[in-house]
């Protein structure tokens, strides 16, 4: 086992990694920017070093500086968490030639599925139904244009190295075509280093959901069921559950061993996410894997009964998994609800600022998973991600009312929130009955304008 792990991200999933280790009896060192120095991972862990200043670029993204940290406080391995360098193949080789354990898959294995273009050719060499869509790289307008016609308006342009929503535009035609693809380029460039983009058909009010993946290094592979993440914003999660109410034995039996398929077809280790876009008459397709802890992973630990951040530093630490991976059933349902520093008002748009006031909801089948405290200053540098609230029950409709009675009780003042959406989503009838879509967040605010324009 470890002696020491490094921790290369902040806030929340820090927090839940420094759980994690000490359950393990593993000592952690956290890394911070500056303007973190008070962040919660950092009081927290067991040793702490700053690694420079407030942008990503300048801290959290910084490999140099954060592999000189992991010298100096001589660990034996890093967990990236996810966003930053979670998935960046380099990173993990730099990690294995200084004999440091990167905590995740192998680099060989990020490459293939890191630029999404290169997963979905992986996808479909496994036998994974795909998106229809273009072979890889789109290099030109001309070459969308040809693309789009072929497969039929509409279409999502999405860049390769995307994510979060970033990248990504819808066209319907011809002239939003070539907008988008102007645009999706220049914000891929921006966020990611790399304006590369494909092309996807539009698979119009689908449902997203994602099964768990999990891998030791001895070739065992199984799936820990699905969540359903179809409430976004922004093409950005912000509900998720599991069960997904649209999913019986049948097709978890079926979207599972595909999901096995394909991991194994990569030489997968650790845990993982493979998503899928899954249309009105049960069809599913592959977009992409996520080769990392995701942010959802407390439903699946609810519902499950599991530590998906123990067994992933037990798979790295080289621990076989056991034959009850094999016998594992859904017990629960679980919903989390992500609690962002927005204005979903306006557009969703981030609001820094500092924390008031904050009071945590408790009682039966809530858990909350945050970094925040009362005076706390939320930063503009990085997610607006602040609290993940989770309710779990013996039924889908009673982690619902748990999940109702938490967002009744919870207090964050000083800063706008996402807290007032999460109460018109849970409150809507097509939720409740599981009859949901994509799109359900932009029908309450437009049902929202109207009235108020009334």
Wanted: hydrophobic share 40%; net charge negative; glycine share 10%.
């Amino acid at each position: 086992m470890f002696n020491k792990i490094l921790i290369a991200n902040r806030g929340e999933i820090a927090l839940r990694i420094i759980r994690a280790c000490r359950d393990l009896g593993i000592k952690t060192l956290a890394v911070y920017s500056d303007v973190d120095e008070r962040s919660l991972h950092v009081q927290l862990a067991d040793e702490a070093i700053c690694i420079g200043s407030g942008p990503s670029t300048e801290s959290y993204l910084r490999m140099d500086r954060i592999i000189s940290a992991a010298e100096i406080g001589d660990v034996d391995a890093i967990h990236p968490g996810y966003g930053f360098l979670a998935e960046n193949p380099h990173f993990a080789e730099i990690c294995a030639n200084c004999n440091i354990k990167f905590i995740g898959p192998k680099a060989a294995t990020l490459k293939k599925m890191g630029d999404k273009a290169m997963a979905r050719f992986h996808a479909r060499k496994a036998g994974v139904p795909v998106v229809p869509g273009s072979d890889g790289i789109v290099e030109s307008e001309k070459e969308a244009l040809r693309i789009s016609h072929q497969i039929g308006y509409p279409v999502v342009i999405k860049a390769v190295a995307g994510g979060g929503g970033r990248g990504m535009r819808i066209a319907h035609n011809d002239v939003s075509l070539v907008q988008g693809f102007v645009a999706a380029r220049l914000e891929a460039e921006k966020a990611f280093g790399d304006g590369s983009i494909y092309i996807e058909k539009l698979i119009e009010d689908p449902r997203h959901v994602e099964f768990q993946i999990i891998a030791d290094t001895k070739g065992k592979i199984f799936h820990v069921g699905e969540r359903d993440c179809s409430i976004q914003r922004r093409n950005q999660k912000l509900i998720e559950e599991s069960p997904s109410p649209i999913v019986d034995p049948i097709l978890r039996k079926k979207m599972g061993k595909t999901s096995i398929r394909l991991a194994e077809s990569i030489d997968y280790e650790g845990v993982g996410t493979i998503e899928y876009l899954v249309d009105r008459s049960g069809n599913f397709y592959f977009i992409e894997m996520n080769c990392r802890i995701q942010v959802e992973h407390p439903v699946t630990e609810e519902v499950y009964g599991i530590d998906l951040v123990k067994e992933q530093i037990l798979i790295a630490a080289g621990y076989p998994l056991g034959k009850e991976w094999e016998e594992l059933e859904p017990k629960k349902h679980a919903i989390e609800f992500r609690i962002n520093a927005e204005d979903g008002l306006q557009g969703f748009r981030p609001c820094a600022g500092k924390v008031d006031f904050l009071h945590f909801p408790g009682g039966p089948g809530i858990r909350i998973d945050s970094h925040l405290y009362q005076g706390i200053e939320i930063s503009p540098y990085y997610d607006s991600l602040l609290v993940k609230l989770i309710a779990t029950g013996n039924s889908r409709e009673e982690a619902i009312i748990r999940m109702r009675r938490a967002l009744d009780e919870i207090m964050i003042e000083g800063i706008k929130t996402t807290i007032p959406i999460g109460k018109s989503v849970f409150q809507n009838s097509d939720f409740k009955r599981g009859e949901y879509t994509t799109n359900l967040i932009n029908k309450i605010l437009a049902a929202k304008k109207s009235l108020d324009e009334i």
